[in-house]
């Protein structure tokens, strides 16, 4: 209730106010030169006859300044007469970036400030600009750069910008740690992240450099990995760089793993009204998946089928949650599908691909203008647009139509990043030197399509690639690759032959049915094959010129829990080369199958078949470079090539290849070691049949070892050596009871 006294109070306030009012019947401009005084008024927002205040006065002030036109304002009202004072902003004639020699950077800096020619200077909007700026320098890991922005006036009010940048040298990573409740040993999550050790033979890599926006990856990787490993609760804590000493910094991710994590009871929630038996798969995942250690990559599982069913068209209009349970490590989820309302995307919008081609991006689309919205397909699409790998930053966002309000739009806007990189890297071991380079670009002429070139020089071989990739030839949602390659190898001091082969590969890989994969392909070789005066008179009868033409066939079954760091799963690949066009008419097939699973705690275990024949149709002789020998990776303990059937000096090879092998980490053995990492194998193998001359078969003779392998993260490279024991063999075999392999990267 008011008292008499708060009541005088509030009456004398009001007629205070209403005091200051005034009627608008003239307004006036001084000082502008270069803005017209319709626009003063216009942004002012008092028009004639307006009763203003004191409030609308400032309002005003505040208006006017916020065009950037003005550096000084002054409004009064007197006489019902609104004068406007002002002091325009010099207009900015030139901008002029010195010390940045690269187009492409300076392009990027005068497209973030705000301070272009034609606009007006503003010393506050300068000091952002050096902001901008500098942040832009860092983003090339430009640390200790120095920005100077001078400014020259000139006539008629006008100004010249001089940007003046000392770039200063680039921040190096001298050290990565790995700090906290890490469980896992530096070694294997330095090889998950992008980001390395600085190395003054490392000239082209520039992942040496420090990078706020590849540490941020960084995180997400490594958060990825914990995730996949169990590990649900697990924290990236901060992720910093220390200062050692001139442009050197130290990189530390602050670990917190927590304890493991296993699915308790998985439930689907659906409406009553939808059909079970389409989502039989989904409950038969979620079944599987109960009582083991939690996994990323079975929730994603989970998603991408009901993603495939929300693509139905009773199912058009829906989405999911997913509730979590989390107690005394153990989750339990409860995915709940809920129908939404009926809306219809009426347009799509894409900004910001200045590079990359629309059609490449709205072919990443799983909805269409005109399709029901529904939330599962629109995340799906976008995460398919990050998946490109082009682009630095998408968002999206949606919105009414103004038209018609039951109608949606949808604007996508992307951060176009580089898309190109170089490559080089050697390796020395007990089998020779090996140096590659290579060039790649994931997004040629902004078409979504991947070119690379590479060339590889070992003891034996002379490589080089040319290789295009359309990941979506024609709209078909099919992949095509096309390969040009020229091939020498140099095997006369181990096989008698030296071969020279040119032509080109023509594939395409598409998924047949769930984790199926099939790939059908021709490959047209020119071949020639010379031989030396030690090779037996049969392999000299081998020597001339060859054209083959085969057809390629793959199926690949990927059941895999992941593609890198697999615990748990398999993968079976199976191979056949038919020919076409050949002399020999070789048919090659080989299979290749491994799988996986953890014994023990962190512990990984594989077993693996491997087979492979080649053949002629129509019984001749294979040629040379046709013969087979047991892959080096299959069979530790020998010198690769100097196993199985000799005719004379020469290791010749045979028509038929098999090993099975058997490896298992040793993660408790010197678990303190962050570089090292410790695995026992057993090794079988055996290789047969000369198609040339039966005498010379080896089939009875099985090569089998034992042994300790040691990958150890060196600060030159990786290096590999292992401690092999073979337990049979044949006396022409060449053994090898040490074998390493040092590799690193420029």
């Not at 490993?229 to 050197?248: L, Q, R």
């Not at 059937?645 to 040793?666: C, E, H």
Request: charged residues 25%; glycine residues 4%.
């Amino acid at each position: 209730m008011l008292t008499k006294s708060k009541l005088i109070i509030l009456i004398y306030f009001l007629l205070t106010i209403a005091a200051k009012t005034e009627i608008v019947e003239q307004i006036k401009t001084i000082g502008n030169n270069r803005i017209s005084s319709e626009t003063i008024k216009l942004f002012s927002g008092i028009n004639l006859s307006d009763d203003v205040n004191e409030n609308q006065i400032n309002n005003s002030l505040k208006n006017l300044y916020d065009t950037n036109y003005f550096k000084d304002i002054n409004i009064t009202l007197k006489d019902k007469i609104l004068l406007i004072e002002v002091a325009e902003n010099p207009l900015i004639e030139e901008v002029i970036i010195n010390g940045v020699k690269a187009k492409k950077f300076k392009d990027a800096i005068y497209e973030n400030i705000k301070l272009k020619p034609r606009t007006s200077f503003n010393q506050t909007i300068l000091e952002n600009d050096k902001m901008i700026i500098s942040n832009l320098l860092k983003d090339q890991s430009y640390y200790f750069s120095k920005i100077d922005i001078l400014s020259e006036e000139l006539n008629n009010n006008l100004v010249k910008l001089n940007i003046n940048v000392d770039l200063g040298e680039k921040a190096k990573i001298k050290k990565i740690s790995f700090i906290g409740d890490k469980i896992f040993k530096d070694k294997k999550l330095k090889n998950i992240i992008i980001s390395e050790e600085f190395k003054f033979w490392k000239f082209i890599s520039g992942k040496k450099y420090l990078n706020e926006n590849i540490v941020e990856i960084d995180k997400r990787l490594l958060k990825n990995f914990y995730l996949n490993k169990g590990y649900y609760n697990v924290t990236i804590n901060s992720s910093f760089a220390k200062i050692i000493n001139e442009n050197n910094f130290e990189l530390i991710f602050n670990i917190n793993a927590n304890n493991k994590v296993v699915f308790g009871k998985l439930n689907l929630d659906l409406p009553i009204d939808y059909n079970l038996k389409n989502f039989e798969k989904i409950n038969k995942i979620l079944d599987e998946s109960e009582n083991k250690p939690y996994s990323l990559s079975n929730i994603e599982k989970i998603i991408k089928e009901i993603e495939e069913i929300s693509t139905y068209d009773e199912y058009e209009s829906t989405n999911v949650i997913v509730l979590e349970d989390y107690a005394e490590d153990v989750l339990n989820l409860d995915f709940k599908i809920e129908e939404t309302e009926k809306k219809l995307i009426r347009k799509i919008n894409i900004y910001g691909n200045n590079v990359t081609r629309e059609n490449v991006i709205r072919n990443q689309f799983i909805v269409d203008e005109g399709d029901f919205y529904n939330e599962i397909l629109i995340k799906k699409s976008i995460n398919n647009i990050k998946n490109l790998n082009f682009f630095k930053n998408v968002t999206y966002e949606i919105e009414n139509d103004e038209t018609k309000t039951s109608d949606l739009i949808i604007n996508i806007t992307v951060e176009e990043k580089p898309t190109g990189e170089i490559a080089a890297g050697a390796g020395v071991g007990t089998e020779g030197g090996t140096f590659q380079v290579n060039l790649n670009e994931n997004n040629y002429l902004g078409k979504g399509i991947n070119l690379s070139s590479s060339l590889t020089l070992s003891e034996e071989v002379l490589r080089g690639n040319l290789t295009i990739f359309n990941p979506n030839y024609k709209n078909s949602d099919n992949s095509v690759y096309f390969n040009l390659q020229s091939l020498e190898t140099d095997r006369l001091s181990t096989f008698g032959y030296k071969s020279n082969k040119n032509g080109f590969s023509v594939s395409t890989n598409f998924e047949y049915l769930d984790d199926l994969r099939v790939g059908l392909g021709t490959s047209n070789y020119y071949e020639k094959i010379s031989t030396d005066s030690t090779a037996s008179a049969r392999q000299q009868s081998q020597k001339g010129n060859y054209w083959d033409t085969f057809l390629n066939l793959d199926f690949i079954l990927d059941k895999r829990n992941q593609k890198y760091q697999t615990n748990d799963g398999y993968l079976s690949n199976y191979a056949i080369d038919l020919p076409i066009i050949s002399e020999n008419f070789t048919l090659i097939n080989s299979y290749d199958y491994k799988y996986y699973t953890e014994l023990y705690d962190e512990n990984i275990s594989s077993f693996s078949f491997f087979f492979k024949s080649a053949n002629s149709l129509n019984n001749k002789n294979i040629k040379l470079s046709e013969r087979l020998v047991i892959p080096s990776s299959k069979l530790r303990g020998f010198e690769s090539g100097k196993v199985g059937p000799k005719d004379g000096s020469d290791f010749i090879g045979g028509n038929f290849v098999s090993a099975i092998n058997f490896n298992s980490t040793l993660p408790k053995i010197l678990e303190n070691n962050q570089n090292l990492d410790i695995s026992m194998f057993f090794d079988a193998a055996n290789i047969w049949s000369v198609d040339y001359n039966a005498a010379l078969d080896d089939s009875q003779n099985i090569r089998t070892s034992l042994g300790l392998a040691f990958d150890w993260l060196t600060p030159i490279g990786p290096l590999s050596f292992t401690f092999s024991q073979p337990i049979t063999k044949k006396s022409t075999d060449v053994t090898e009871t040490f074998r390493f392999n040092l590799g690193t990267t420029f």
